[in-house]
């Protein structure tokens, strides 16, 4: 138990569905990040909040949308996805976007996309 | 462009074997982590260096700025080892507190009992 959630932990959707991934983060940390990763792939880092500001987005699609309403929550909003995007979304957290501090992560949101 | 490369990709033992995985990079970094990522995908965070070496239990890490090269050693390996383990390196890109990551792709380890 890392002390950052993830929900849903499965999700099936369809290309022309709306859903939402939901991270929530009990530790007090400061700043929070989307990663994604596709089987054989590496960890990819897809978003990063700090103090509920978006300070990095890195290429990626705007199919993804991220939402983070305070320190404690971080959203994935997912609309018109496509087959690709089938992936382990990771959310995770730490005390501050700084190299002194470790990142802790959730459990992870598996996504398939039909 | 930092490259980030980890050996070996994947690693069979026999319980009790000690082990030791590479990771190498291609700049200079502030940090670099270790991750742990278990079979259904749960992600923990090992270590984070900069510089020297780190021990948590059976496992320890070691870094070589100089060489630009860190590994992550386990002793006295058990099947609950087996997992997928991460080198993560993080480049500064300049602005204060701003950096970048660059993931390895893993290495798969499988402890046989």
């Known amino acids: 138990e890392t002390g950052v959630t993830q929900t849903p932990r499965h999700l099936v959707m369809g290309m022309t569905n709306k859903k939402s991934l939901k991270c929530e983060q009990h530790l007090g940390h400061n700043a929070m990040y989307w990663y994604k990763q596709s089987a054989k792939k590496p960890l990819e880092l897809m978003f990063v909040?700090?103090?509920?500001?978006?300070?990095e987005n890195n290429s990626v699609p705007s199919r993804f949308s991220p939402e983070c309403p305070n320190s404690s929550h971080l959203f994935l909003h997912l609309h018109t996805l496509q087959p690709e995007d089938s992936a382990l979304y990771l959310c995770a957290s730490s005390q501050d976007r700084d190299t002194r501090y470790e990142q802790y992560f959730g459990p992870g949101t598996r996504l398939t996309v039909t | 462009k930092n490259e980030v490369e980890q050996s070996p990709q994947n690693l069979t033992a026999q319980e009790g074997e000690f082990i030791t995985i590479n990771c190498s990079y291609s700049v200079g970094i502030s940090a670099l982590h270790w991750l742990q990522q278990h079979p259904g995908g749960g992600i923990v965070s090992l270590f984070m260096l900069s510089s020297g070496k780190k021990k948590h239990g059976r496992l320890i890490a070691t870094i070589n700025i100089q060489e630009k090269h860190s590994s992550l050693h386990i002793t006295a390996s058990h099947p609950r080892d087996s997992a997928v383990y991460i080198c993560v390196c993080q480049v500064p890109t300049g602005g204060a507190g701003s950096y970048q990551l660059t993931f390895g792709k893993g290495t798969k380890l499988s402890v046989i009992p």
């Open positions: 909040y700090s103090l509920e500001e978006r300070v």
